[in-house]
């Protein structure tokens, strides 16, 4: 009796009973995150910060983004991306990992942790989008005004880099020029629309023509073969 109980007692201790067995933790599949904090980390932070204070790009946590991109334009970057750009669309029906609830989190978390929509007081900041064509020939004449102090006075390189190097030019899209004419990139020393000329800030109109200019000097991209396996 006393074998038979021991080899009972050995069973139970080495296998366990089943209702004493630890749950093995269920895997989270990616289109099933919902932490605001894991998604912009995996997805945003590379290029916007870690902060969304910017890092190779617009500063999308800054108060002075928020106040000119509505959550419209934000989700709709988010979704599709920038073609032409280094920004790739996001929303799995543009062919990104991200489905319409993670973007809203996305949307939603940007606003709700770094929108300061009183922080301007009477300072009014250009649209983000332009309400009509720009004039590249006075564009050319803000930029001297505004800009040339640091990017050089064909905007080739002073204490900044050349901001019509052909190409910088053809990885950014006019709208993201335009965003960066109005809030700067912090991270860069790059000043907001209010700070490249104390006390005087640029108008909607000045943004719209240095855009313009910037734009006409982007030159076309064309790829020709010279010989077989090489391109010029």
């Known amino acids: 009796m006393k074998y038979g109980a021991l080899i009972l007692l ?16 269920r895997v989270v599949r990616p289109s099933e995150v919902t932490d605001f904090g894991v998604l912009y980390r995996q997805n945003c932070s590379g290029c916007h910060g870690v902060d969304g204070q910017g890092s190779l790009t617009v500063a ?37 990992l991200l489905t319409e609830a993670q973007i809203d989190i996305l ?13 301007f007081g009477s300072d009014k900041p250009p649209a983000y989008a332009a309400s009509q064509p720009g004039d590249p020939a006075r564009g050319q004449n803000v930029f001297t005004t505004y800009c040339s102090s640091c990017h050089g ?19 950014v899209s006019d709208q993201h020029l335009r965003t960066v004419t109005i809030v700067g990139i912090p991270a860069l020393g790059a000043p907001d ?9 640029m108008s909607e109109a000045d943004v719209t023509d240095v855009v313009a200019w910037l734009a006409a000097e ?3 991209l064309s790829v020709k073969l010279n010989r077989p396996g090489g391109l010029e």
Do not use: H
């Open 218 to 220: 982007r030159q076309p």
């Open 107 to 119: 949307v939603r978390g940007i606003r709700e942790r770094w929108a300061r929509p009183a922080a």
């Open 60 to 96: 999308i946590g800054n108060p002075e983004y928020l106040a000119i991109a509505d959550s419209a334009a934000i989700r709709r970057v988010i979704e599709g991306g920038r073609p032409g750009t280094a920004m790739p669309a996001f929303a799995q029906s543009a062919g990104g």
């Open 153 to 171: 006075a064909e905007g080739r390189g002073g204490r900044a880099g050349s901001i019509v190097d052909s190409s910088y030019l053809a990885l």
């Open 10 to 25: 050995v069973a139970l201790t080495s296998c366990g009973s089943p209702d004493r067995r630890v749950a093995e933790p």
């Open 193 to 201: 629309w209010r700070g490249n000329v104390p006390g005087k800030p």
